[in-house]
C-alpha cells in the first residue's frame, strides 16, 4: 500500500488574504520503512512568466528559424521547516502541524497563458538514491483590495467620443457618444451598470447597426531574460450588445448592465504579473466607416464599495456616522475609517471562469506539478462582504466525521501514532 498525505487547514477552502496566517496541520501515513536524509514542510509562493517566439535569422546567405525563450521568476515566500532528520522513518501515522504567516504584499494568485502567481504548500521526504516522496497542495491566497479606502472611485465616470463622417468640406456634423458609470470601482458578483448617451449631429448619416460594451481583462506578463520585454493578453469578461437606431439629427439614451464574474483583483504595482481592466465601448457606424470608441479603465477589489450596494438600506448601514479620532498617534484613517462589515456574512468562492490559456510549468517534473489548480476570488451577492474567521483555539481544525474525534486537542508537531488509526478525510496524496 502507498504512502499517503492528508492536508488539513484551519477553514473550510485553503483561501487566505496577504496578511494572515495559515494554520494546519499534515497527516503522514507510511506502510513501510523508508530511510530519509530529511522530512520538511516547505511553502513557496512565487511568480513565473515564460513565453517563446519565432525568429528568423541570416547566416552565409541562407535564413535560419530558431525560437527565443523569454522568462521571469519572482519569489515571495519560501520556508522550510524541518520535522525528521536523517534516518529511518518506521511504518506508521505522523501529524505535523504548520503555522505560517503570509507577508502583506503577497499578490493574488493567478493563471494565465504566459504565466502564473502560485503558492505550494509541500511535504518533502527527502530520500538517498530515489525520487524524493512529494506531496502537495495549492492554496489561493488574496492581496485585499479594500475600495473603501480609495475614495475617488466614488466619483462617476464619464467619457465621451466625437465622430465625424467624411472631412470638411464635406462633413456633415458628428455623433457624440457619452458614456457614464456610477462608479470606478467593483467587486466580482457585482453589476456594473452603464449610460450611453448618443447624439447624432450628422446630416446625412443614421446609425442603425447597434452598440456593443464589453468588459476587458488586460494581463501584462514582463519577462527579464535575455532581456526586458512586455508582453499583453487580453481577455473578454463579459459582453452586452443591443440592437439600435439612431437617426440623423437625434438623440439616443442607452442603458444596460454588466456582471463581474470571479477574477483576480486589480494588482499595478510593479511584479512581473499584473492586471487591469477596462470597460471597452463599440457604436457600429456602418461598413464604409470606422467605428466609434470609448474605452474606461475600472478599478476590481476584494471588498465593494459601500456605496455600491445593490440594497441602498446595506450602504447606510456601512457608512460611519460621526467623525472618529485615530486611536494612535500618526493614525492614517482620522475620520476616514473604514466601514463596518460586521453584519454581513463572507462572500462565497469560486473558480475563476475565464482564464485565457494555462500556464505549464515546465520548471518542475510532471510527478510534481500541479497544472489544473485554478485559483478561487470573492463573489459578492446581497452585498456581502470579506471577513476572515475567527480562529477559536479551542476548536479543532477542519475535519470530517471519520477524523479524529472533535474532542482531542491538536496533535504536537511530531508524533507517530497506531497504524490502525484512520487517516483524516480531505486533501490526499499518495507515492509508492
Same mark, same amino acid.
Given at each position: 500500500m502507498p504512502s499517503t498525505c492528508v492536508f488539513e487547514f484551519d477553514r473550510p477552502q485553503p483561501i487566505y488574504y496577504s496578511g494572515e496566517t495559515i494554520n494546519g496541520r499534515i497527516q503522514l501515513t507510511t506502510t513501510s520503512e523508508k530511510t530519509v536524509r530529511a522530512l520538511y514542510i516547505l511553502f513557496e509562493g512565487e511568480a513565473k512568466v515564460r513565453w517563446k517566439e519565432s525568429r528568423s535569422r541570416s547566416r552565409n546567405g541562407k535564413t535560419e528559424h530558431y525560437t527565443k525563450y523569454f522568462r521571469a521568476n519572482e519569489t515571495y515566500l519560501n520556508t522550510r521547516t524541518h520535522v525528521h532528520g536523517e534516518g529511518a522513518l518506521q511504518p506508521g501515522t505522523y501529524t505535523y502541524t504548520f503555522n505560517i504567516p503570509l507577508p502583506l504584499e503577497c499578490p493574488t494568485s493567478c493563471v494565465e497563458k504566459y504565466g502564473k502567481i502560485a503558492y505550494e504548500l509541500s511535504l518533502v521526504l527527502d530520500r538517498p538514491y530515489r525520487f524524493d516522496n512529494v506531496f502537495k497542495q495549492p492554496l489561493t491566497v488574496l492581496h485585499q483590495v479594500n475600495l473603501n479606502m480609495q475614495p475617488q472611485l466614488l466619483i462617476p465616470i464619464k467619457s465621451e467620443d466625437i465622430k465625424y463622417f467624411c472631412c470638411w468640406p464635406c462633413s456633415s456634423g458628428p455623433v457624440l457618444s457619452t458614456? =457614464?458609470?456610477?462608479?470606478?470601482?467593483?467587486?466580482?458578483?457585482?453589476? =456594473?451598470k452603464y449610460k450611453l448617451e448618443i447624439d447624432n449631429q450628422s446630416t446625412g448619416y443614421d446609425l442603425e447597426d447597434g452598440v456593443e460594451l464589453k468588459l476587458i481583462q488586460v494581463y501584462n506578463f514582463v519577462a527579464h531574460t535575455p532581456h526586458n520585454k512586455t508582453r499583453y493578453h487580453s481577455n473578454t469578461l463579459a459582453r452586452t450588445t443591443q440592437g439600435m437606431q439612431c437617426l440623423r439629427l437625434s438623440k439616443r439614451l442607452v442603458e444596460g448592465e454588466l456582471l463581474i464574474p470571479p477574477v483576480p483583483p486589480t494588482l499595478e504595482m510593479g511584479y512581473i504579473i499584473g492586471v487591469r481592466y477596462e470597460i471597452k465601448m463599440s457604436i457600429d457606424t456602418g461598413a464604409c466607416h470606422t467605428d466609434s470608441e470609448i474605452k474606461v479603465p475600472i478599478t476590481i477589489g476584494t471588498v465593494p464599495l459601500a456605496q455600491s450596494a445593490t440594497n441602498p438600506q446595506n450602504a447606510i448601514d456601512l457608512l460611519p456616522t460621526a467623525p472618529v479620532e485615530p486611536e494612535t498617534p500618526g493614525s492614517p484613517f482620522g475620520s476616514d475609517v473604514p466601514p463596518n462589515y460586521?453584519?454581513?456574512?463572507? %462572500?462565497?468562492?469560486? /473558480?475563476?471562469?475565464? =482564464?485565457?490559456?494555462k500556464f505549464?510549468?515546465?520548471?518542475?517534473? /510532471?510527478?510534481?506539478?500541479?497544472? /489544473?489548480? =485554478?485559483?478561487?476570488?470573492?463573489?459578492?451577492?446581497?452585498?456581502?462582504?470579506?471577513?476572515?474567521?475567527?480562529?477559536?483555539?479551542?476548536a479543532p481544525l477542519l475535519q470530517t466525521p471519520n477524523s479524529w474525534d472533535s474532542t482531542?486537542? %491538536?496533535?504536537?508537531p511530531y508524533t507517530r501514532e497506531n497504524l490502525e488509526t484512520q487517516p483524516a478525510a480531505g486533501t490526499v496524496g499518495t507515492v509508492e
Open positions: 458614456l =457614464i458609470i456610477l462608479f470606478g470601482g467593483y467587486a466580482p458578483g457585482q453589476t =456594473i460586521d453584519k454581513f456574512k463572507p %462572500p462565497s468562492f469560486e /473558480e475563476a471562469t475565464s =482564464i485565457g490559456g505549464i510549468d515546465r520548471d518542475v517534473d /510532471e510527478r510534481n506539478r500541479n497544472d /489544473e489548480f =485554478i485559483p478561487k476570488y470573492p463573489m459578492y451577492t446581497n452585498f456581502a462582504v470579506a471577513t476572515a474567521p475567527t480562529l477559536d483555539d479551542s482531542n486537542t %491538536p496533535s504536537p
